[in-house]
């Protein structure tokens, strides 16, 4: 018989939490491209993990992690995946970073049983629901949100949107904001893209929004080339008009003029002044004390992350199972950094999203939009 | 002035020069015979460095040239014409000849030095701005001496000058070999031509896969009947 | 010669210009079969263009030529192989990372008969063919005495052998023209004697015409038939060996006479280039 | 010194049994259970680059032409193989997943084959750096078009959305299947450059001029080869597509290609044998080196640097390992009694099916 | 007359990052004129270069010198790490490996730099302080910025600063010896491997220069940023003609326009059938047809060897 050579059975594990510690996998995007984002997360989770051990651990055991690193590579992921769930001590995974790799790891977690958050994998395309989840919302939720606000706040007519093809959340967030918009009856004037979402250079298709007249961009990158790049570029072509971005833009790189990134909003999940959140000041501040660095989103999510399987497993309680590990992040309520949410069916958070507005190089709230 | 001593020489695990021992003197021409693969090529090559020997010495006017770097054997006043021409082919003919004299710290005589060359070999003038790698052969051969010439040498090493080159030219290239000597210049001439080479030398050396088996005044050789069996077909 | 009428190789009015340098003109041949023709001439006159040209490495541009009476102009260099013209190389260009057998065999490539899926599956033909092949291709060798290093590298062959196998390597393309360029070249006239050898050998055995380019005159001179002299890319003579030895034109341009007084003036000065050519070299090397 | 006391045939058996073994190996690891999916995961993997690695050997190391678009066509396969097996199951078609997985991957080798040949005619005409900048060039282009198309992202076909993974691919590739395919890839490409086709080949790797004068159509060869590539290229694809899941535009990037260069040049251009130890090398090395964890690529990079400095010609140059050859010896040593060395390797390395060919 | 302004400025958008491509391919090209090998770690001594610039530039500015000043230590480290690496790694692969063997090696110093400064320097982006401040120079309502100017006077000067030094200097003719024919070279009196060590170290000090003129354009920093930058910058030396100098600088201009022309104009030439998102893929088009019609490139010599 071929059983044997079917990648799909799973000698399916009897991992429990029954040793004197937790152990939770990490796959992360730590080489390659994308490494500063796997780094950040990586951060989240190492702070996440050193305050549950100083506060006595998860029901008085210790949490360990296992980490992994997929160079951004699906097949890595999936080695990597496999490693940790053939390791009858992991628990339950925090990770992969980015949309391409947890691609590919969704239908594994399926098949080992695992319960496996992503914290910042945001695209629309991945499968979520059964054993993988997510800490932060889909790319066509930032994108409807991000419209609502520019037609509801900033009050714009027309709107242009730029994004790179060549990365799965860039146009997967600009093609939904797109679509929003039109369906709330913004023109959308211009619909530009680039080859990939690590372009340098973007004064060509900027050039062609400032001649269409948008009163507003839509540019879903990340902070890294939407600092430095896009919004400079813009504003050195001529464009006066608000520039909109999605999550990817917390923790902005800016250069230059200061002023130059007025009437910049991005749409994220926590704000540093926000005083309702206490999480929020603690985890900046703890987060500084360690890394003597600002954290962005993508360290809160990778925080929040864990704090999400800590919860679950304490709720499936000390003998805990994988699968009552997953059974006990399916639908559950959690209040965090990045917000207080529920899970959905389909395993993505239902969440308020905020939006920033920058001044003055400083990002400062605006207003939180619910949601519907 | 040339003197070598129980030279080795090997490729990996192929002996090619497997200890000879000759000399050559101030002015004299000198000529190297020997079949395909005798080592001719591999001991013009040691000596000026191009491929490190096993063991033994190469002494030049005093200098261990096993111990001298291979660039500044040249300076030493050794030039090597080497076998397969080796020029710059995608350096016009002109520029070939002005490489020959780039060991030379006064290059104010650089003008009349191609002159003289040009004397030599008046096909080179015609096709000075030619990219030597379109030459013919033997206008590649041409340049090739021309270019060693440029280096003001006391001694040159030539490897199968005579390669490829229509029977006026070898006549013109031996002529050449004597006139060098007239004019003070030591030549060590390997060649396959050997009638011509042992006509013009004062003495020569018969290699035979990697020893000496013969040496001697080039006019004893020449008249000697191993060697005009072996070397001269006939 | 032959009276079977056509000639195995015509060339009319055959000639190439390299950006304004005109190479090869005028270039008329008629060779018969079982004919060894030589050609000669000063370095740079043409004579390895000509081979070029003839062999489709180079398209001719003007004049056309023939082979058994088939216009050879525009082909391919393999399409011209396989229509009967091979050719060695004056700077030697074996297959040098396979064994001298293999270099052979290469060149028979186009007799064996098996597709891809016999060789995939290695069917009773494709032993057979290549059973077949191998003894051909020793046979060969055998000529040259090279059947006893069949499976040495190339690369490992002594120049003079290496010679032999380019020879040997064009034989097995089954042509009925074999041109050589400078087949004796680095020979001492021991070795050049034992080559002679072989080519008369081949030539009488295959029966095929050849065509030669030899600065050896010993060579020349003994084993062609006929011999034609280039110089500046154009025919200046063309006879037995005889006429020609004995033609001033030749002596002057490429043989030298033999008395050395002019011990440095080598006498291609003496055959002053057109003024068109040496303004055409110019522009050539300012490019 | 070529005393041989195995006949052809006996030959092509020892390499049988040789490779049945190994696939014993395989199978016995798997059906005990000591494989998990990990290492299943890493033996599929393996298998894939060593079909791409073998393949792209006869390239880079028979035809001597350096390529680095070898993943574009991987892409092609994967992308056809996927889109090919949504579109069977969408429309129904009742098929058993194993004939499924073959026909479509069949399918993506198939329209790779077809790019190769389109591709190459005109980029064969360039040699060396050129025809390397040539074929990364159109990875690269194939990696945009792909990141363009509707159909090759979210779930394809028509509810496929540009710019996102394709997702929900049918897993159906089985290991044990692949394992047959990787040998009969191996076999393949070892009987292809062990005749007239491959003698060719080697020939114009030499000297193109003269395998031309030598009336070698050297165009319709290269492309040939280069087609053949392409082909098992596909496969590859077809088979990672149909053991991922999921497929990302980038995998036909130029960076994926280098890898596989790597692997070649790693294992030894021209040997088949080096192909497959390095593809499965270096499939497991980054693994092995997870120990290592943040400093991981940086102990892989020092790794290649200093086998290329110290190992230049690659871990096995162009010398091939022959189980019949080591049955010879071993017969031979039962006679005369000397050569005891090298049996440990083959141990090692069971799965290669190289023979010491005909012409004994 | 608004089109022709949009024009315009397009034509600068393009010469802008197209003259921080030429600068790097001048060092591609120096590196591949002399020894053959694509130096796939080129893009990534620019790396190198941006975070010595990064690191220098707040203490210089703090002694009260320009920014720009920082290209003197970013230089010198360049330098450094271009003669350590082909010292280290090239020079044992090329004497015993062949030319696959050094490319690999390339690839694996590449590797090895951008996974080594991700070790030091965290994985992370970071900006560069601004370094020139210099006006726009503005005609009507076209506004052409100074530090694009001033990148692409830098890569002319740097050019025929080159040109020159190769034609007509000791060393320059030396260089093009040891490209030529490493063997003759010796017999010359050259000195091969102080000539290569030299290519290299001008190459590496090239790049360095280059990462400030990118720094200044694109002032942020990254372990991989070299990657993509240095392919780029590699095709524009191939199709400029790679070897050629004026050709690096060819090619880098030209395969600026191409991206910024197609970023701008393709949508509407096709109808929007093909995007500004293929541009990548022409200019990868572009590259192979121009290969195709001119195999050695724009500017390339044909090397085209006589049988
Ligand atoms: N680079 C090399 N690697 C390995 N073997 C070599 C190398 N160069 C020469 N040999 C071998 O060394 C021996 C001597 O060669 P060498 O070239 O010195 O002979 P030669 O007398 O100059 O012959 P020829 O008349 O053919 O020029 C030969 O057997 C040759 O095959
Ligand atoms: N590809 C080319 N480009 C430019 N010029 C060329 C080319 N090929 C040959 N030539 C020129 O054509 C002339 C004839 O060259 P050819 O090689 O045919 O001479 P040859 O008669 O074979 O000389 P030799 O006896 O020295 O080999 C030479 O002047 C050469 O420079
Ligand atoms: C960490 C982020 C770069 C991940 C990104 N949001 C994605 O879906 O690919
Ligand atoms: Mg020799
Ligand atoms: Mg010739």
């Known amino acids: ?372 | 002035m040339l003197e070598i001593k129980d030279l080795c020489v090997s490729y990996g695990a192929i002996d090619a020069v497997k200890g000879i021992s000759m000399h050559v003197d101030d002015g004299e021409i000198v000529s190297l015979i020997g079949a395909n693969g005798a080592g001719k090529t591999t001991t013009l090559h040691t000596i000026t460095g191009l491929v490190p020997a096993k063991s033994g010495s190469i002494t030049y006017d005093g200098h261990d040239l096993l111990k001298t770097h291979a660039n500044k054997i040249v300076t030493l006043g050794m030039a090597h014409v080497p076998e397969g021409r080796h020029v710059f082919t995608r350096m016009s003919v002109q520029e070939n000849l002005e490489m020959g004299a780039f060991s030379l710290k006064d290059q104010s005589g650089l003008g009349k030095d191609l002159e003289m060359v040009f004397d030599y070999f008046p096909r080179l003038k015609e096709r000075r701005r030619q990219l030597a790698g379109t030459l013919s052969g033997g206008e590649q051969q041409m340049v090739a001496m021309g270019r060693a010439l440029m280096s003001h040498p006391k001694t040159i090493l030539m490897d199968e000058p005579s390669m490829g080159l229509s029977p006026l030219l070898v006549k013109g290239i031996f002529d050449i070999i004597v006139t060098l000597r007239q004019r003070g210049i030591t030549v060590l001439l390997v060649e396959q031509n050997a009638r011509m080479a042992l006509s013009i030398a004062d003495r020569a050396y018969v290699l035979e896969t990697g020893k000496i088996t013969m040496e001697g005044k080039a006019s004893d050789l020449l008249h000697d009947e191993k060697v005009r069996k072996a070397y001269l077909g006939a | 010669m032959s009276d079977n009428s056509q000639p195995i190789l015509k060339a009319e009015h055959l000639g190439i210009t390299f950006g304004g340098l005109k190479a090869v003109s005028d270039f008329n041949m008629t060779i018969n079969k079982g004919e060894l023709i030589g050609l000669i001439g000063p370095n740079g006159a043409g004579k390895t263009t000509v081979f070029n040209l003839l062999t489709g490495v180079y398209k001719p541009t003007e004049g056309e030529f023939w082979l058994d009476g088939v216009r050879m102009n525009g082909k391919k260099t393999y399409q011209v192989v396989r229509a009967g013209i091979a050719r060695t190389f004056q700077n030697i260009r074996l297959f040098k990372q396979l064994t001298v057998e293999e270099n052979v065999l290469v060149a028979f490539d186009e007799s064996f008969t098996y597709r891809m899926g016999s060789a995939i599956f290695r069917t009773p033909g494709f032993w057979k063919q290549e059973n077949e092949m191998h003894e051909k291709a020793i046979d060969l060798l055998r000529i040259f005495n090279l059947e006893g290093l069949a499976t040495t590298q190339a690369a490992n062959l002594p120049y003079g052998q290496q010679r032999k196998l380019e020879i040997a390597r064009a034989l097995a393309t089954g042509m009925k023209l074999l041109l050589l360029d400078e087949p004796a070249a680095g020979m001492n006239p021991t070795e050049t004697e034992d080559l002679l050898h072989c080519i008369n050998t081949i030539r009488d055995r295959f029966g095929i015409a050849i065509l030669l380019i030899e600065h050896d005159m010993s060579l020349v001179m003994s084993v062609c038939q006929r011999i034609q002299v280039l110089d500046y890319g154009r025919t200046i003579a063309s006879g037995t060996p005889e006429q020609i030895a004995n033609n001033p034109q030749v002596i002057s341009a490429y043989l030298g006479s033999d008395n050395n007084d002019d011990a440095d003036g080598d006498s291609t000065s003496k055959a002053e280039p057109e003024p068109s050519i040496a303004k055409t070299i110019q522009e050539e090397g300012a490019r | 010194m070529k005393k041989t006391m195995l006949s052809t045939k006996q030959s092509y058996l020892v390499c049988f049994i040789g490779v049945l073994a190994a696939f014993g190996v395989v199978m016995a690891l798997c059906e005990s259970g000591l494989a998990d999916s990990y290492i299943k995961g890493i033996m599929m993997t393996a298998c894939i680059a060593i079909i791409m690695t073998t393949s792209l050997n006869l390239t880079i190391g028979v035809l001597g032409q350096l390529t680095l678009g070898c993943c574009g066509f991987e892409a092609i396969g994967a992308y056809v193989a996927a889109l090919a097996s949504k579109y069977m199951v969408a429309a129904g078609i009742g098929i058993d997943p194993t004939t499924r997985f073959l026909i479509t991957t069949l399918l993506g080798g198939i329209v790779a084959c077809v790019f190769g040949i389109l591709i190459g005619i005109p980029a064969l005409r360039l040699h060396g750096d050129y025809l390397a900048i040539i074929t990364l060039g159109f990875g690269e282009i194939i990696r945009v078009i792909i990141q363009n198309l509707k159909v090759a992202g979210g779930m394809g076909l028509d509810k496929g959305a540009a710019g996102q993974a394709l997702i929900g691919i049918d897993r159906t590739a089985n290991l044990y299947v692949v394992f047959w395919i990787m040998v009969v890839t191996v076999v393949v490409l070892f009987m292809f450059s062990r005749s007239r086709y491959g003698r060719a080949v080697k020939a114009i790797r030499d000297d193109e001029i003269a395998a031309g004068a030598s009336g070698l159509n050297t165009t319709y060869l290269k492309v040939l080869v280069f087609a053949i590539s392409a082909f098992f290229a596909g496969i590859a694809g077809g088979i990672f597509a149909q053991y991922i899941g999921s497929l990302n535009p980038t995998m036909a990037g130029w960076l994926n290609s280098i890898n596989y260069v790597i692997m070649v040049v790693f294992g030894g251009m021209g040997s088949l044998t080096g192909s497959i130890v390095s593809a499965i090398g270096l499939t497991i090395l980054p693994e092995l080196l997870r120990a290592f964890a943040d400093y991981r690529m940086l102990a892989y990079s020092v790794v290649l640097v200093l086998v290329m400095i110290f190992r230049p010609q690659g871990i096995f140059g162009s010398w091939e390992l022959s189980l019949p050859r080591l049955v010879n010896r071993m017969l031979l040593r039962g006679t005369a009694g000397k050569g005891a060395k090298s049996a440990a390797k083959a141990d090692a390395e069971p799965e290669t099916p190289e023979t010491a060919t005909k012409e004994a | 007359m608004d089109q022709i302004i949009m024009f315009v400025s397009q034509l600068f958008n393009g010469l802008k990052i197209g003259s921080v491509y030429a600068l790097v391919a001048l060092g591609y090209t120096m590196v591949y004129g002399i020894i053959r090998l694509i130096n796939f770690a080129h893009g990534d001594f620019i790396m190198v270069g941006a975070y010595v610039l990064m690191l220098t530039i707040p203490a210089i500015v703090a002694m009260g010198l320009p920014a720009w000043v920082a290209v003197i230590p970013a230089v010198l480290v360049c330098v450094a790490v271009g003669v350590i690496v082909e010292k280290a790694a090239y020079k044992p692969v090329r004497e015993k490996g062949n030319s696959m063997t050094a490319l690999i090696t390339a690839i694996a110093m590449s590797l090895l730099l951008e996974n080594g400064s991700q070790a030091v320097f965290g994985a992370d982006f970071q900006t560069v302080p601004t370094i020139f401040h210099l006006p726009s120079i503005a005609f009507g309502k076209l506004k052409l910025p100074g530090d694009t100017l001033l990148t692409i006077v830098i890569g002319l000067v740097i050019m025929a600063g080159l040109q020159l030094f190769v034609k007509f200097t000791r060393q320059g003719k030396a260089m093009r010896a040891v490209s030529e024919d490493k063997e003759a070279a010796v017999l010359m009196g050259i000195n091969v491997n102080s000539t290569i060590a030299l290519t290299f170290a001008i190459g590496s000090g090239l790049a360095a220069v280059a990462s400030l003129m990118y720094c200044a354009a694109y002032p942020q920093v990254s372990p991989m940023m070299g990657a993509m930058l240095g392919l780029k910058a590699f095709v524009a030396a191939v199709l400029g003609g790679i070897g050629s100098i004026p050709g690096a600088m060819i090619g880098g201009l030209a395969i600026g326009l191409i991206e910024s022309l197609t970023k701008a104009y393709i949508g509407t030439i096709t109808g929007g059938i093909i995007t500004s998102a293929f541009s990548d893929a022409i200019v990868f088009a572009i590259l192979i047809i121009v290969l195709l019609v001119k195999p050695s490139g724009i500017m390339g010599k044909n090397e085209g060897e006589k049988v």
Do not use: W
């Open chain 1, 1 to 372: 018989g071929c059983s044997g050579g079917s990648m799909d059975d799973s000698s399916s594990s009897n991992a429990k939490a029954s040793g004197d510690s937790i152990t939770i996998g990490t796959v992360t995007t730590n080489s390659g491209t994308a490494a500063a984002y796997g780094e950040a997360e990586v951060k989240g989770f190492e702070l996440a993990v050193s305050e549950i051990n100083a506060k006595g651990g998860i029901n008085g055991k210790k949490v360990k992690l296992e980490s992994m690193d997929d160079k951004g590579d699906a097949t890595e992921a999936s080695n990597a995946f496999n490693k940790l769930s053939g390791d009858n001590n992991v628990l339950a995974v925090a990770g992969p970073t980015i949309s391409a790799t947890t691609a590919a790891v969704a239908p594994l977690a399926d098949q080992a049983k695992l319960a496996t958050i992503a914290p910042a994998a945001t695209s629309d395309s991945i499968e979520t629901g059964n054993y993988l989840f997510r800490t932060c919302f889909k790319d066509s939720y930032q994108g409807e949100v991000a419209a609502r606000f520019a037609a509801e706040n900033l009050k714009v007519k027309k709107v242009a949107v730029l994004y790179g093809t060549g990365d799965p959340y860039s146009s997967g967030v600009g093609e939904a904001f797109a679509k929003a918009a039109e369906k709330l009856g913004l023109e959308v004037v211009d619909k530009e893209s680039s080859s990939s979402a690590d372009d340098t250079e973007y004064s060509a298709q900027l050039q062609k929004i400032q001649a269409s007249g948008a009163e507003l961009l839509y540019a879903p990158y990340y902070y890294s080339v939407a600092g430095p790049y896009i919004i400079p570029q813009a504003r050195s072509v001529g464009f006066e008009g608000y520039v909109m971005g999605p999550d990817g833009y917390d923790g902005l790189k800016l250069t230059g003029d200061k002023s130059q990134y007025n009437k910049t909003y991005y749409t994220t999940h926590y704000s540093a002044d926000d005083n309702t959140n206490t999480k929020v000041q603690d985890f900046i501040k703890s987060y500084k004390e360690k890394n003597n660095a600002e954290p962005n989103t993508f360290a809160a999510l990778g925080y929040d992350t864990i704090y999400m399987l800590k919860q679950a497993i304490e709720k499936a309680g000390k003998n805990a199972t994988r699968e009552d590990v997953r059974n006990a992040v399916t639908g559950m309520n959690f209040d965090g950094v990045t917000g207080k949410f529920t899970m959905d069916k389909s395993g993505s958070p239902t969440k308020s999203v905020i939006v920033l507005e920058m001044k003055d190089g400083k990002p400062v709230y605006n207003t939180t939009v619910q949601p519907k």
